[in-house]
């Protein structure tokens, strides 16, 4: 029996998120589906990186992904709880299929 991979978007890639993101890319039974940051240069090094990958400046687009199941933030400390709070927030509306319920 096949089993879909967890799709897992990374938002912010300065700093932590490339190390995050390759460490999802290695994990077996895990697929990197997003790279989502404000900066278009480090989307198109990510691009280079991680061609499989959806990559946008909108995390809108990353939590409108139904097929999405975990979204990791790895951007800076003051904006932990703003863009955890619209994560959690988009898992809330989910179906109850959803991995997030």
Known sequence: MSVDPVRIGVVGLNYWG??????VERLP??????????DEKILARM???FPDAMTTTDLDRVL???TVAAVIVATSVPTHYLLGKRVLEAGNTRSS?????
Do not use: F, V, Y
């Open 18 to 23: 490339p190390n995050l993101a390759r460490n």
């Open 29 to 38: 039974g895990a697929e990197l589906a997003w790279c989502c940051d404000l």
């Open 47 to 49: 691009k280079t990186q």
């Open 64 to 66: 409108a992904d139904p």
């Open 97 to 101: 299929r959803s991995p997030w319920r």
